[in-house]
Each structure stands twice: as C-alpha cells, then as structure tokens.
C-alpha cells in the first residue's frame, strides 16, 4: 500500500486554487482499491467470490503455512496492464513485489505483499467534466498488491473473529497526485475512476462488497501557504460518504486551526451514522513499514508484444466513444460525456439512433426525461422499461412531425407503465396526431386573437414574450395537437 505524501510542494505551486473555504485551500489526494476482476487470488488458487462462510475460501498460501511459496495470477497482471493503457500510463518492462511489513490480526503473514520502488504502472491522468468544466487528476502509480483479511466485531462478546477469505485477493492501488481542490472535484474523479475500472472489465465496482474503496487524504492551508497536515480517511465505499465524510474533515481541521491547534497527521474512519470522522491511529510513512524486496518473488517482466496482445482486447474507451459521437452525431462535449458513463448507456443510446433517432434529439430524452424517471425509480438503464428501439421510434415521430413535444410525454409515460408497447398504436389509441385540418387551426386561431385583446396589442407594440401567451392559448384549446411552430408562424402572418 502506498501513500500520497507531502512531497509535492514544487508541483503543487503552480496547479490552480480551488474555491476557499472560510478562506482555506482544500488539497485532496485519493489511493484506491480496485479488486480485480480475477476468479483466483493473486498468489494462490482460491477463489475470490464474494459471500462464502468465513475462511472457506484461504488455502495454504494465503494462510501462510510454512513452506508456502507465492506464484503471481497472470490474469491481475493482464487487468494492471489494461488499467495502463485507458489511462496513459507508463507500464513497467519489470517491476519488483516487496514485503510491507505491519502486525494486523488479520494479516497472517505478518507482512503485506505488495509493490514500492517500481510499480506495475507509472503515471497517467484521469480527466472528466465537474458540470461542464473539464478537470484533470494526474495519477503518481498504480501498483499490484494483495488484500488483508478482515476483523469480525458484530457477532462477539469481548472478543474478535477473523475471517481470511479475502487474504490474498488481487488488488490495484490506483494513486493520485495531490490535484483535487474541492470535495465535488474529488468526487467526480471518484466516479470517473470507477466507470473507467468497470468499463474496461478489470473490477466489478461493487463499493458495497469492498471492490471498489477509496482512502481521501485532505489537508487545508492558506492560499500561497506550504501544503498542510494531511489526514488519511479510510474505507469510503460510496459517492455519498465520500462527500459528507471530506466535507466533515475540511470543516474540522480548519476549526483545529482557528481554534489555535495543530493538525496532526493521522488515519481517520468516518461514521455513516453520525457523519464525523475520527482518529484511528497515527499515520505512517513509508520508513515505519520497513519495505524490502519480497525473496520469494522474482522481478515481474512484461514484454512489449504482451501489452499489444492487451491491448488487442481492449474495448473502445469512454474519451475515445465522447469523441467518436462529437464527431459522427454532432453532439457537444458535455452531452457526449454524459452519455459515456457506462457501457449500458452508450448501448442503449447507439441502440436508439440505430432505430431512427436523431441522435441530438435521443441524447436529450436520455440525458433528461429519461435520467429523471431512472433516478426516481432508482434503477439503472439497463432495468428501464422503455426499450431503446421505443425511445428510437418516439423520437423519429417527433423528428417527423407526427408527434408534438407535449404529446410525445404521454406517450413516453405509456411506455414507461406499460400501458402500451408501440409508439404509433399509443398514437392512435390516444388520438395524439396533430392537428391535420387547417380550417380547424385556423378558427382556434381567430378566436384566441379575439379573446386576448391585451397580448395582442402588446405584440404590435414590440413585446415579443406577448406571442408566447398566445401560442400557449392555442395549443390548450387544440389540446397540444398543433404544431407549436406553424402555430408561431401563423399567429404572426395573421398579427402583421
């Protein structure tokens, strides 16, 4: 396990100042955990599923019985690999395992197997939009290691149990250069992380499971000033803690600090339920784990045609998909990114323009009605009960006119229920084709002139907002059939 220490100060002068707190600068640095994605552990065969009886799944090896000898997964290689080539990193031709050494009940060996002076994967950057501003989080490593085991609490009276399942699962330490001002900046590299992880299939993300966890270190200093203290907050596995647990921590060392009191450096755990992090323990440096190379391991080599065999299986990335629909559908930055923040999204919306969609026309029924419902209902896409192909056909009908924009929410809501599964048989049953009669349209119009003597007036006397009042008029007493843009036309072929 590595750590983001307070050795950037030369770096650090010339990246931007965040927005002040109470007239303090945030410093935020990330290490996370990615659990790889491996049926076998890193240095053994047993399986890393989640969920099996306590220590049913540590064999030998990661119980560490004498005479046991690590063998590396090849599998967590090809995963670091990967993790390397989507975020533009340098993968080391040979890295070296070292032994973190640290007494835990739960680390059998007493000493963690892991990677120090030369990682498996040497910087990177991990860029992303906070609203529609784009950020940039450069990334010091990302090094190979094995999970500890884990205490059990809950279920004893005075004592403690250990389960070892997870000794010895493969990890990735992804961390970052010091470069996040503000807990929605930390936030948002959080997450873009996590897609880029489960995008390219190196970690299932579960944060709730432990495959995804992120350790926030903050500090705070006066603009200009040198970095501060830093303290490390542990184990955050969900967005939401993430931010109620980094804005607790800012709040409280600038308090410590006007209060006249020094931060000290320490590891902290943040607690859901009261929503304040406390110290754990001291925080150590580098030195008090005593690394040194691990004597059962050899120099890990990863040849140049190993990496292009890698990258052969690669899939297409989020940056590269973003920059693919900016240029073939026409789409702006922003709308693209949003549209690339899984997988199933990006399906779901080349699925829709494959049935018809305009593709700017589909990116806003998904990026909006569509990511309203799904938030409401607290479902991802993939559980949408509007099919692709329907959004695609609701879209073309109002690409082409059969449909008018207000029409187009019923029908989209009858999908959703699943009152009906056609877009045109809704149409029909619903009797939501526009209006088609221009006599009809055209005695509506009459009379709303008649009626609305006031905004007429105003518009001849150069209100322009008076002809939306009419507009409205007219498509309440069409009942939304007319076409709000002939209704405009029309309205002011008739107003001069």
Known sequence: MSETVNTFEAQQQGRPTGPLVRGYEVIIGFE????????????????????????????????????????????????????????GSHIAPRSVFARKNYFYPDLPKGYQISQFEIPVVQGGAVSFFLG???????????????????????????QSGIDLNRAGTPLLEIVTEPDMRSTAEAVAYAKELHKIVTWIGICDGNMQEGSFRCDANVSVRKPGDKLGTRREIKNLNSFKHMQQAIDFEIRWQIEEIEDGRKVEQATVLF?????????????EDSADYRYFPDPDLPPLVIAADWIERV?????????????????????????????????????????????????KLASNWITGEMARRLN????????????????????KRIADGTLP???ARVVFDALWTGEGSDVDAIIEAKDLKPMSDTGALDAILDEVIAKNAKNVDEYRAGKEKALNGLVGQVMKASGGKANPAQVTELLKAKLG
Not at 32 to 51: D, E, M, P, V
């Open 132 to 158: 529609e501003e784009k950020k940039t989080v450069r990334l010091v490593r990302a090094h190979l290691e094995e999970d500890a085991g884990k205490s059990l609490h809950e279920n004893f009276i005075g």
């Open 376 to 395: 409401a209902a607290e479902i991802g896409i993939e559980a949408a009960p509007v099919k692709a192909q329907q959004l695609g056909q609701l879209v």
């Open 32 to 87: 996370t955990h990615a659990q790889l994605s491996t049926a076998s552990k890193i240095f053994s065969r047993a399986s890393t599923a989640f969920g099996a009886e306590p220590n049913t799944q540590a064999c030998a090896v990661d119980l560490a019985l004498p005479g046991t000898l690590p063998v590396m997964n090849k599998g967590a290689v090809e995963r670091a690999i990967k993790l390397g080539l989507a975020l």
């Open 271 to 283: 607690n859901a339920d009261t929503g304040e992090t406390r110290a754990m323990r001291a925080k």
């Open 405 to 407: 924009n207000n029409a």
């Open 311 to 359: 990258k052969a299986t690669m899939p297409e990335l989020p940056r590269a998909m973003a920059e693919r629909y900016v240029r073939d559908h026409g789409l702006s930055e922003y709308d693209a990114t949003q549209l690339t923040q899984s997988t199933a999204l990006a399906r779901y919306f080349d699925e829709a323009v494959s049935a018809g969609a305009a593709p």
